[in-house]
């Protein structure tokens, strides 16, 4: 028996906060106002507008960890890992709905050929592990939680765009990660077991350590970076990759066996990405245009 979700999803997300503060700190005092220093790093104090610009977003981020921690009660991992992909769609509905710029990727078939592919190539990795566990140990309340963390997660890179653009990447992250720590510490204090505690030993404690800057401090900043330089939409649907990416990397690592329809389905997704990565680039040629003829 290992740690508890409530206990696990705290302790991997304090790892990422307490790993950037050293940065954040030398940052800061490099940029100090006194020194003559400029820019966001300068004022961290709790009357800096980035504390109240990251509440929503920690929110979102707060919610979908915290079902992601419980839905492993209810739900087999395939489906897991599908539904959590199903998030672009609605990352996609946001997006159009809050920023214009993104709503010029409708007018590019680029994009409905890419948004597609995804979602066929994501369906066709999943295929044969959702149907081998065949939903039998899926509950309806997993399905429910499922759907829930789906529309939860879909928001979070929108809500990342809109209020954190005009930070660093890892000051942004870096305070999405206080807040969401903090709560998190706070709903293992009050729900988690520790009685399991004395099963961790040195090599789980630095697998535990491990996964979470990886997967969450260092892979958290790249993605805000991508959200400001490319949008929501396209970094999502890039992100769709990830389970061929994990398969692919199973074969060659662990000699599993990569399936002729993951295959298709691995080959599908990439395409799609890269289809939206031109999509992208169309847009920004389109809107940069008017810009250089108007010698802005």
Same mark, same amino acid.
């Given at each position: 028996?290992?740690?508890d979700?409530?206990?696990?999803?705290a302790l991997r997300?304090?790892?990422?906060?307490?790993?950037w503060?050293?940065?954040?700190?030398?940052?800061?005092?490099?940029?100090r106002?006194d020194?003559?220093?400029?820019?966001a790093?300068?004022d961290?104090?709790?009357?800096?507008?980035?504390?109240v610009a990251?509440i929503?977003?920690?929110?979102?981020?707060?919610?979908?960890?915290?079902?992601?921690?419980?839905?492993?009660?209810?739900?087999?991992?395939?489906m897991?890992?599908?539904?959590a992909?199903?998030?672009?769609?609605f990352?996609?509905?946001?997006?159009f709905?809050?920023?214009?710029?993104?709503?010029r990727?409708a007018?590019?078939?680029a994009?409905?050929?890419g948004?597609?592919?995804?979602?066929?190539?994501?369906?066709l =990795?999943?295929?044969?592990?959702?149907?081998g566990?065949?939903?039998?140990?899926?509950?309806?309340?997993g399905?429910s939680?499922?759907l829930?963390?789906?529309?939860?997660?879909?928001g979070?890179?929108v809500?990342v765009k809109k209020?954190?653009?005009g930070y660093?990447?890892v000051?942004?992250?870096?305070?999405?990660?206080?807040?969401t720590?903090?709560?998190l510490?706070?709903?293992?204090?009050?729900?988690?077991?520790?009685?399991?505690?004395?099963?961790?030993?040195?090599?789980a404690?630095?697998?535990?350590?491990?996964?979470?800057?990886?997967g969450?401090?260092?892979w958290?900043v790249?993605?805000y970076?991508s =959200?400001k330089?490319?949008?929501?939409?396209?970094?999502d649907g890039?992100?769709?990759?990830?389970?061929?990416l994990?398969i692919?990397g199973?074969?060659?690592?662990?000699g599993?066996r =990569?399936?002729?329809l993951?295959?298709?389905?691995?080959?599908?997704?990439?395409?799609?990405?890269?289809?939206?990565?031109?999509?992208?680039?169309?847009?920004t040629?389109?809107?940069?245009?008017?810009?250089v003829?108007e010698?802005?």
């Amino acid at each position: 028996m290992g740690l508890d979700c409530w206990v696990v999803n705290a302790l991997r997300y304090s790892v990422a906060p307490v790993f950037w503060l050293p940065f954040i700190i030398a940052r800061r005092r490099r940029n100090r106002p006194d020194s003559g220093g400029f820019g966001a790093f300068s004022d961290l104090s709790v009357r800096s507008p980035i504390w109240v610009a990251a509440i929503v977003p920690a929110a979102i981020n707060l919610v979908t960890q915290v079902v992601w921690g419980l839905v492993g009660k209810y739900a087999e991992a395939g489906m897991i890992g599908f539904a959590a992909k199903l998030a672009f769609p609605f990352t996609v509905v946001y997006s159009f709905l809050l920023f214009p710029d993104e709503r010029r990727l409708a007018k590019m078939s680029a994009f409905w050929i890419g948004g597609s592919g995804s979602l066929i190539g994501l369906a066709l =990795l999943s295929a044969e592990k959702i149907g081998g566990y065949g939903g039998g140990g899926t509950t309806a309340f997993g399905y429910s939680l499922l759907l829930f963390m789906a529309v939860s997660w879909g928001g979070y890179p929108v809500t990342v765009k809109k209020y954190m653009s005009g930070y660093s990447s890892v000051l942004s992250f870096w305070v999405v990660s206080v807040y969401t720590t903090m709560f998190l510490m706070f709903l293992m204090f009050l729900f988690g077991d520790f009685s399991t505690f004395h099963v961790m030993d040195l090599r789980a404690w630095a697998i535990l350590i491990g996964s979470s800057l990886i997967g969450i401090a260092f892979w958290h900043v790249l993605y805000y970076r991508s =959200l400001k330089d490319v949008g929501a939409v396209v970094s999502d649907g890039v992100l769709m990759a990830s389970p061929f990416l994990t398969i692919a990397g199973s074969a060659v690592l662990l000699g599993e066996r =990569l399936t002729a329809l993951q295959f298709v389905g691995g080959v599908a997704v990439v395409g799609a990405g890269i289809l939206l990565v031109v999509a992208h680039g169309r847009v920004t040629n389109h809107r940069t245009i008017p810009d250089v003829a108007e010698g802005r």
